[in-house]
């Protein structure tokens, strides 16, 4: 099988499962209500805490769709991994994680791929999803878990100079991708080995995000957003957790 075809068979499989839209079930199922009809329309788990006003739900419908991008992240990859890429045995390869060649590195940015535009646009719906942030935690744990520590350090710096958490999102998530670009051989994991590929990954992510921001931006340009004040709420003067859900 040439690879171009394996790759296609890797970007379906991770669209279909990455379009399983999980925060509007959990609204569906708890209100019988559309989230599409609800508040910002986002087929999220921000919005699904403007529906249901609990953030207990919220953070339930977050864990759903940030599994889900896992599993469309992960699985199709793997898989084509042990059928196709492997050349020694299945088992030994799969549990030991030699060096990978640079195709299977980028069937990963394929994968990525896939499932952020199933997240953003599920075909289940037939209409947009959500902005692509579970996506962006997911695609962090399964490429290079040590790049969430970067994250964890950026994502307060940036917010406080951004001040929009969906365009901060953005900012971060094409942050990564440049530190990714230089990170050293020794932090990339076995799986993607290759600083250009996994790169290529998180600038990908970046910019289907951006093509999902226009409501945001135009809010924005009419003052009608909310900014995010992560510092006063650590310093008492709000809730943190109503601050992250903006």
Sequence with gaps: MHVAIVYLLIFLGSYLVGSIPFSWIVVKLKLGEDLRQIGSGNVGGRNVYRATKSKSWALFAGFLDVTRSVAAFAIPYILTKIFYFSTNDVLVEFFIWPEFGILTC??????GFGAILGHNWPIYLLSHGGRGITVVIATTLVSNPILLAFWAILWPICISFVGY????YIVVTLLVGVIAL???QSMLMPWASYNLGLAVLFFLVAIVMISRQRDNIRKMKAGEAKRM?????????????DEILK
Excluded: Y
């Design 106 to 111: 980028f069937s990963l940015v394929i994968a």
């Design 165 to 168: 958490s969906s365009i901060n």
């Design 182 to 184: 230089f990170l050293p």
């Design 229 to 241: 004040r992560i510092f006063k709420a650590l310093k008492g003067k709000g809730k943190l957790g």
